[in-house]
């Protein structure tokens, strides 16, 4: 028997382990970056996959990109505590759902490049105040000494 049979369950148990233990060492902000990151890279799987002509690949793609936004992402904004910042990103992620159900229908590319851009706008922002580099223009932030990204107010603080 080969020893090296089994490097290739290794390097996902591996990779997995890294990704879990990325989670829990992660702020609450990063773990908000980790969504957007996760969203991004569904969406250029399924540009890929479309490329490549893989209709249920692109689909599968598009699925979790939707998945990320709309449980993850949306599912864990307390809108209500965010006022009409809140109430304005609720509709942003329900506007990047229904964007990636049409890209998903009509294989509209733009519209995938149009979502991945505003989930990158987004995650840069979120990078800034998980690095603590707010600026005085950003009323809606609150202060990341104190353990707080915008006050958005993702999950429990």
Do not use: C, F
């Not at 990151?37 to 699925?63: C, F, M, P, V």
């Not at 506007?95 to 990636?100: A, D, E, G, N, W």
């Amino acid at each position: 028997m080969n020893p090296y049979q089994s490097s290739g369950l290794a390097a996902r148990a591996y990779a997995t382990n890294d990704v879990e233990t990325g989670v829990l060492a992660a702020s609450p902000q990063m773990l908000i970056v980790m969504l957007y990151d996760g969203a991004i890279r569904a969406i250029a799987t399924a540009k890929s996959e479309l490329a490549r002509g893989d209709q249920a690949a692109k689909g599968q793609a598009l699925s979790k990109a939707i998945g990320i936004i709309d449980e993850g992402l949306k599912g864990s904004l307390h809108a209500e505590a965010a006022g009409d910042i809140g109430a304005n990103l609720v509709a942003l992620y329900d506007y990047m759902v229904t964007s990636l159900l049409q890209a998903n229908l009509r294989n509209d590319v733009v519209l995938m490049d149009q979502v991945a851009g505003l989930l990158r706008e987004l995650k840069e922002a979120w990078e800034l105040v998980a690095r603590g580099r707010t600026t005085h223009e950003e009323p809606a932030m609150a202060s990341p000494e104190r353990g707080h990204g915008p006050a958005l107010s993702y999950g429990k603080a």
